[in-house]
């Protein structure tokens, strides 16, 4: 049985899960190379092609965040950025359209090898800005895990794949950064719900949500 998503026993989140997500994810998503990519990404308003360039770019972040030779906790890193639409995210991170959707799947795969690279290296100690809460290597591995399962989902359901991970990588991911979760439930539902992608049984459906990536607070 895995540990409950909020249960201690879930164990910290690793440079090994984010490496375990991406791969997973991309895994997942290989056998859609030849759907329309340009369809809406679950119930994002971002095409499947931009939520896929968002979760590459998410996950650059994250490393160059954590990652800094001088820690800087005060504020984003000036990084240029730019959208591919008027609505679309706002990303350093891009892929050669011209190259299709595998080219994409790569440049995923390599930002998510970045961070998990990154993760390793840094010492526990170190801490990077994000808007929600300066944080720790763990909690910036736990970060980009999220992102990995959550776009993931967005984009398989576009795509009309299948996707789940397995609970163990939810239930880390969920203790690590979602204290308000509720016990006794089974993760990847959890973890949908705790980002606003699914329903919960006895729990109204969330519109804003965040995680609490401080080290400790959980």
């Known amino acids: 049985m895995p540990a409950e998503p909020n249960s201690p026993a879930a164990g910290p989140v690793t440079a090994d899960d984010v490496a375990e997500a991406v791969l997973l994810a991309v895994a997942a998503l290989t056998p859609a190379l030849d759907a329309d990519w340009d369809v809406p990404a679950g119930?994002?308003?971002?095409?499947?092609?931009?939520?896929?360039?968002?979760?590459?770019?998410d996950l650059f972040w994250y490393a160059a965040h954590i990652g800094p030779l001088t820690p800087a906790v005060d504020g984003n890193l000036p990084f240029g950025w730019d959208r591919r639409s008027p609505t679309g995210p706002q990303n350093t991170v891009t892929a050669d359209r011209d190259a299709g959707p595998a080219a994409l799947?790569?440049?995923?795969?390599?930002c998510g090898g970045?961070?998990?690279?990154?993760?390793?290296?840094?010492?526990?100690?170190?801490?990077?800005?994000h808007v929600h809460d300066v944080s720790d290597p763990e909690g910036f591995a736990a970060m980009g895990v999220v992102e990995t399962l959550a776009h993931a989902h967005d984009m398989a359901t576009?795509?009309?794949?299948?996707?789940?991970?397995?609970?163990?990588?939810?239930?880390?991911?969920?203790?690590?950064?979602?204290?308000?979760?509720?016990?006794?439930?089974?993760?990847?539902?959890?973890?949908?719900?705790?980002?606003?992608?699914?329903?919960?049984?006895?729990?109204e459906r969330r519109t804003q949500w965040r995680w609490y990536g401080a080290p400790g607070a959980t």
């Open 43 to 57: 119930g994002l308003t971002w095409t499947v092609w931009e939520t896929g360039e968002h979760l590459a770019d």
């Open 105 to 110: 799947l790569r440049v995923m795969d390599a």
């Open 114 to 129: 970045i961070l998990a690279a990154v993760v390793r290296a840094t010492p526990p100690t170190a801490r990077g800005y």
């Open 158 to 203: 576009g795509l009309g794949v299948p996707f789940e991970p397995p609970a163990d990588l939810c239930a880390r991911t969920l203790r690590r950064l979602f204290p308000d979760v509720p016990g006794g439930t089974e993760p990847w539902p959890t973890l949908l719900w705790a980002t606003g992608r699914g329903d919960l049984e006895g729990r």
